[in-house]
């Protein structure tokens, strides 16, 4: 009976749409609580679920056998991409007065000195393992994503951002930019 539900979803038949909703929405409800946890309003949770159907249609080329597993993992990983938006906002006392927080001149000022000297001793580096520092620290790849992209062992790319920042930290500790 789900196969049938399958074809009739990869034909593009708007009912079965409907009636995956109808049978399976309390499912992936489930599923999409239990990962939000109660951390976002219902409205929300509401939200996701209607991205999880819409989700389904759009895909619905895709699916091979059952609807129920591959709606739960459409389930899952909306979920988990609201989750990862989610920025609980907190609010401030009343009572509480706001700080000044922008830096002062002297901050400012030793901050730029800081950033100058590291800028400085990252292009001390060789060009591989400025390259590697980049990837890994600024444009924020694993090591695993630097392995593939580079063909080298991610062992070795370890090993040479653990000897980068030995050597960073001892041209810093030279220039005096930061205590030990």
Known sequence: MD???????????PAALEEAMDRYAS??????????????P?????????????????????????????????????ARQKLRQFR?????????????????????AETAERDASLHQAIGALSPEDRALFIRYYYLEQTVEEISAVTGQNPST?????????????????????CGD
Do not use: C
């Open 157 to 177: 790319l370890r090993v040479r951002l653990h000897r980068g920042r030995k050597k960073l930290k001892q041209f810093l500790l030279e220039r005096g930019v």
């Open 88 to 108: 609980p906002m907190e609010a401030l006392p009343e009572d509480r007065e706001l700080a000044d927080e922008a830096p002062q001149p002297e901050q400012r």
């Open 3 to 13: 196969d049938d539900l399958s074809a009739r979803l990869r034909l593009g038949d």
């Open 27 to 40: 499912y992936a409800a489930k599923i999409i609580a239990a990962y939000l946890n109660r951390t976002l």
């Open 42 to 78: 219902p409205e929300d949770m509401e939200e996701v679920l209607s991205d999880v159907f819409v989700s389904l249609w759009n895909s619905r080329e895709r699916l091979k056998g059952e609807v129920k597993p591959y709606l739960a993992a459409i389930a899952r990983n909306a």
